[in-house]
């Protein structure tokens, strides 16, 4: 302030003139000491990209929700193609000190960085650097339904399309109590990441391959875990762990599970004040649970009139524990990736199956992902459940194509998008 009182009072500058430049030159020093941190390992610039996150998506989500997920991820690629690793647990000036290395996608040791610059635990690395199915991930796709689809454009294009894939033929206010319901309206994630920096995720399938596997530590082990409809733990915790963060469900196959594996011990959902709920709306009917479950009262209408979704899902269960998946993103998975011959024979019916589009979202939310109990090239070696008493065969149905689902899940597996859990049978 002495240096801008001594130009202004020598005439040489205008009051405003100096304070325009000081300014300037502030902003600069800063910038240079942010970047100079940022470079030499003092701040985690991922986790600095997720406090900005905080601090701006009511704002900028609102001006442009895909351009905010698209600048978003192009920061995160500018940053991990500068040099090294800033994410598994390797810190920038770690990495400087062992150039070329980065942290392995599944046991955190040392690995070299792929030929992008990249952590290899990065998704969006693999996504990249690898063939047809990986380079059609789309991350600026939202996942989530937000308040974003109630805008007349977007809830106009999602009228045009039937359930799964859109709103056609539902009541709109069905559509719009449901979605308005929701916590914060324009958060199309799953969880905040807060200090990690590199979010590991288990989606849990129900396959026979858990039983015996030993692997109940390894799924519990990550940051996240999905489980999808008969979720059995107790009795298996041994092979298929205990935690739940994700269950994903529709309501149709939520009703169906509680019926047929109530024998197996599957009695109610997961529950817990960790757990968080999933719906795909493959009917109205769960718009209409979603909204009672969420207002805490009973069904109002539809075949589930009168149910309460609090036996479900426990009492008191605030708008933030539920989510509900974008029919755009259903159908973004269905055309890019299960674009099956079933959607021909069988379109009324035909869609994802639910540990399909379960898997798909932990793919498009997390840094890494393990799949556990999804059916593999050798699956008529193991029964249908992990929890079947007596070994049962896969049985195929025609409103998801099974087998086209294991080839996406071994291509994505061979080309390390993700880890597939895979074993030799028991004789």
């Known amino acids: 302030m002495r240096i801008i009182k001594v130009l202004v009072r020598r005439g040489l500058y205008s009051h405003r003139h100096v304070t325009f430049v000081c300014s300037v030159a502030v902003f600069g020093v800063t910038s240079f000491g942010l970047m100079a941190s940022i470079y030499y390992g003092y701040y985690d610039p991922i986790n600095l990209l997720s406090s900005v996150d905080d601090s701006i998506r009511g704002q900028f ?157 390894a799924i519990d082990s990550h940051h996240y875990v999905f489980r999808v409809n008969g979720a059995v733990t107790e009795g298996f915790e041994k092979d298929v762990g205990t935690k739940t963060s994700f269950y994903g469900f529709s309501t149709n196959s939520m009703k169906n599970s509680l019926i047929a594996y109530e024998d197996a011990g599957f009695r109610k959902v997961p529950q817990g004040q960790d757990v968080h709920y999933v719906f795909i709306p493959a009917n109205s009917r769960d718009y209409l649970m979603l909204t009672a479950a969420i207002r805490g009262i009973p069904v109002t209408s539809g075949p589930d009139k009168g149910d309460h979704p609090s036996q479900y899902f426990g009492a008191n269960q605030g708008a933030n524990r539920f989510k509900i998946l974008s029919p755009e993103f259903i159908k973004y998975i269905k055309d890019e990736f299960l674009n099956s011959t079933q959607m021909i024979e069988f379109p009324e019916v035909y869609m994802p199956s639910t540990g399909a589009l379960m898997l798909m979202t932990a793919l498009h939310m997390c840094d890494q992902v393990s799949a556990y109990g999804f059916i593999t090239e050798n699956y008529m070696d193991f029964s249908d459940h992990y929890y079947d008493a007596i070994k049962q065969p896969l049985e195929l149905y025609a409103n998801h194509d099974i087998i086209m689902e294991s080839k996406l899940w071994a291509a994505l597996h061979a080309q390390k998008v993700m880890r597939l859990y895979q074993r030799p049978s028991n004789h």
């Not at 040099?83 to 599944?106: L, T, Y």
């Not at 359930?163 to 905040?192: M, N």
């Open 61 to 217: 989500r609102r001006w442009s929700p895909a351009g905010y997920q698209n600048i978003h991820s192009r920061l995160n690629t500018a940053l991990h193609k500068k040099e090294g690793c800033v994410e598994c647990g390797v810190s920038r000036h770690k990495a400087r000190n062992n150039p070329g290395a980065a942290a392995n996608p599944w046991h955190g040791t040392l690995t070299p960085t792929g030929d992008l610059g990249w952590p290899t635990c990065s998704l969006r690395w693999a996504a990249a650097r690898h063939s047809a199915h990986v380079k059609h991930l789309n991350f600026s796709v939202s996942v989530l339904t937000t308040a974003r689809d109630l805008h007349p454009s977007v809830f106009g294009r999602l009228r045009s399309h039937p359930l799964p894939y859109g709103w056609k033929d539902v009541p709109e206010e069905t559509i719009t109590e449901a979605v308005r319901l929701l916590g914060d309206p324009w958060d199309s994630r799953l969880f905040e990441r807060g200090s990690l920096t590199c979010v590991r995720c288990a989606v849990v399938g129900n396959g026979g391959i858990l039983r015996g596997s030993s692997q109940g530590t």
